[in-house]
C-alpha cells in the first residue's frame, strides 16, 4: 500500500494578533502544520504500522519553515518528503495544488490512498479533496471523523448535523480528515533526531509541467460584534427580568 499525505504550511492562529483596526498581523505570526493535515499524518502512520504501507508526504511553498513541517512528519513515522518549490505559495489558487497534485502522482505514483485534512486553518475553504478527487478520476470521503481499513475496505464515519454517515469503498481513494479522527503522536527525541538527518526532496513546477493560476487575498479582518449592552437587574422581582429578556429576545426577532 503506498499513502499519500498533503499537508499544509498555516498561521497558528492561536498566537495571531490584531491591529486596533482588527486588521491581522500574519507576518509576525509563526507558522506550524495544519491541525488536520497532522491527524492525516498519523492516520497514515497507523496504517503503515498494521499493514506496512509506505507514506509520502507533499508540501507546497519555498522556505525553511515548510523543510521543518516535512521533518515534523519524518519525525512522527514518514517515509518520504517532498517540497513543490513555489515563491508565492500562498497566492496560488486551490485549481493549481490540483493539478501539482495530480502531476506528482503520475510522476511517482499510483497511490492507494491521498490523505489530507478537511480545512485548513487560514482559508478555510473544504475544496482541495473534491478538486484532487476530480482531477485524479478517483472517489473521495470528506470530512472523516473515523477511519478503518481491513486489508481491502476503507470504512469511514462522518459526523453531520442530523447523524453518523458511515461509507464504504476499495482504494483508490481521497480521504480528508477532520481533527476528531484521532489524536497525533508526540515524536520522541530518538524520532527527532533521525528526521533531522533524512532528505527533503524538492521539485519546481516546471519539473511537473505545472502552470500556476494566483488569486489574491485583498484584505483580512477581525470580526466584531457590536453588544448592546442591556443590563437587566431581577432585583427580587425575577418574574419581570424574565418578561422583560423576553420582551427584547421577540423585539430582536429571536423567539416568537
Do not use: W
Not at 8 to 21: C, F, G, I
Not at 64 to 69: G, T, V
Not at 119 to 141: A, Q, R, V
Request: a negative charge; hydrophobic letters at 40%; charged letters at 30%.
Amino acid at each position: 500500500m503506498k499513502i499519500l499525505t498533503l499537508i499544509k504550511l498555516t498561521v497558528d492562529v492561536s498566537q495571531l494578533k490584531y491591529e486596533k483596526d482588527g486588521s491581522p498581523l500574519v507576518e509576525i505570526a509563526p507558522n506550524k502544520m495544519g491541525d488536520s493535515d497532522k491527524c492525516a499524518v498519523e492516520e497514515a502512520i497507523r496504517l503503515k504500522e498494521r499493514y506496512g504501507a509506505s507514506v509520502t508526504v507533499l508540501t507546497v511553498g519555498a522556505t525553511r519553515d515548510h523543510e521543518r513541517i516535512i521533518r515534523d512528519a519524518y519525525a512522527m513515522g514518514v517515509d518520504e518528503g517532498y517540497i513543490i518549490e513555489v515563491e508565492e505559495y500562498q497566492k496560488l489558487q486551490a485549481t493549481t495544488i490540483g493539478d501539482i497534485v495530480k502531476a506528482f502522482v503520475e510522476k511517482t505514483g499510483p497511490y492507494d490512498l491521498i490523505l489530507l485534512g478537511a480545512g485548513s486553518l487560514d482559508t478555510h475553504s473544504y475544496t482541495l479533496g473534491s478538486i484532487i478527487s476530480s482531477k485524479i478520476g478517483i472517489p473521495i470521503i470528506s470530512s472523516v471523523d473515523s477511519l478503518s481499513y481491513n486489508g481491502s475496505i476503507v470504512k469511514a464515519e462522518s459526523v453531520m448535523e442530523d447523524g453518523v454517515y458511515v461509507f464504504q469503498a476499495p482504494p483508490p481513494l481521497v480521504i480528508t480528515l477532520t481533527t476528531e479522527a484521532n489524536e497525533p503522536r508526540i515524536p520522541t527525541l530518538k524520532t527527532i533526531l533521525k528526521s533531522k538527518k533524512m532528505e527533503v526532496k524538492k521539485l519546481r513546477l516546471e519539473e511537473l509541467g505545472v502552470k500556476p493560476r494566483y488569486v489574491t487575498i485583498e484584505d483580512v479582518r477581525k470580526y466584531f460584534v457590536e453588544r448592546k449592552k442591556i443590563i437587566i437587574d431581577a432585583g427580587e422581582d425575577l418574574e419581570k427580568a424574565v418578561e422583560t429578556i423576553y420582551s427584547i429576545l421577540k423585539m430582536e426577532g429571536l423567539v416568537k
